[in-house]
């Protein structure tokens, strides 16, 4: 089955209330910032058992922002590929997702209507470690998936932005994720699945100290025809800054979509990491 994008045509029409003058109205503001993050232990005449071991994570975060009179537009895109390896053991991945974010937002109100588009997927090719020979499990875009919404959305002072609407979600799959997208009832093999129903959107910025933040990502989705069920993507990252370019992160995932499992999927990552913003 071919892949396809679900292109939803909105028009905004808002009323402009009286503001200050503003420098970044009418100019694209990017960002692209680097991030290494690692964690490393090494023995040598050590009579006290342990192994080798080293991990990495690797990322890129790239952000443009717009802002006229009218509406904002936003595009944030972050990519993370992370390994580790236990002495003379196989390199295990540990990190391996792609996430990139349009939001287009009127400006005028105390509820902005707003569209967006969301892309989700692995980068590289992901194994299940607990089989012997290892299985692969997942592909890039196998699972994919995009979805648009549609609706209202409020900020406060930067700190915290919610958006709610109604959504489509459309799950693509190739060979190794079938069993997210295929209806058990059809005699064939679905590729692509597509859902409409419900989706809000939170995020947080919150300084916790000078050098501490805080950064919270909340995505609720259930389609109409399951309102019991609700897909929970929940992210949160703690970055102590040591100085310009040193950092040290808590991270903390938790996810739960019943078409993957019926158990609640969660990652704890502690680590030192390094980070350069190119501009």
């Not at 939001?103 to 989700?120: A, E, K, Q």
């Not at 692995?122 to 194994?127: K, M, T, V």
């Not at 959504?167 to 699945?193: L, Q, R």
């Not at 993957?260 to 990552?269: A, F, V």
Request: glycine share 6%; charged share 20%; proline share 2%.
């Amino acid at each position: 089955m071919k892949k396809f994008v679900l292109i939803i045509p909105f028009f905004f029409f808002v009323i402009l209330k009286g503001n200050d003058v503003d420098s970044t109205l009418n100019k694209w503001e990017p960002s692209l910032v680097f991030s290494l993050n690692l964690s490393q232990v090494a023995f040598y005449n050590w009579n006290k058992g342990g192994k080798n071991s080293y991990a990495y994570e690797l990322g890129v975060n790239w952000k443009m922002h717009y802002n006229s009179t009218r509406w904002v537009f936003e595009n944030k895109f972050w990519a993370i590929i992370g390994h580790s390896r236990l002495e003379n053991d196989e390199i295990n991945i540990t990190s391996n997702y792609l996430h990139n974010e349009t939001v287009l937002l009127g400006t005028g109100f105390l509820f902005h209507p707003y569209m967006s588009n969301l892309i989700r997927t692995a980068l590289i090719d992901g194994y299940d470690y607990k089989k012997s020979p290892n299985e692969q499990i997942v592909a890039f875009f196998d699972p994919g998936y995009i979805s648009q919404s549609i609706g209202l959305a409020y900020e406060n002072e930067s700190v915290i932005k919610v958006r709610l609407g109604f959504a489509f979600e459309e799950s693509f799959a190739d060979k190794f994720a079938t069993k997210y997208t295929d209806v058990p009832t059809s005699a064939e093999v679905e590729k692509f699945k597509l859902e409409t129903g419900i989706e809000s959107m939170t995020d947080i910025n919150y300084d916790v100290a000078q050098n501490i933040k805080y950064k919270g990502k909340l995505r609720l989705f259930s389609g109409f025809e399951r309102l019991k069920i609700w897909d929970v993507a929940f992210n949160n990252y703690l970055i102590a800054k040591v100085n310009d370019w040193l950092n040290v992160n808590f991270s903390y995932v938790l996810i739960y979509k019943a078409s993957e499992s019926l158990k609640t999927q969660m990652k704890e990552g502690l680590q030192i990491g390094v980070s350069y913003s190119v501009f």
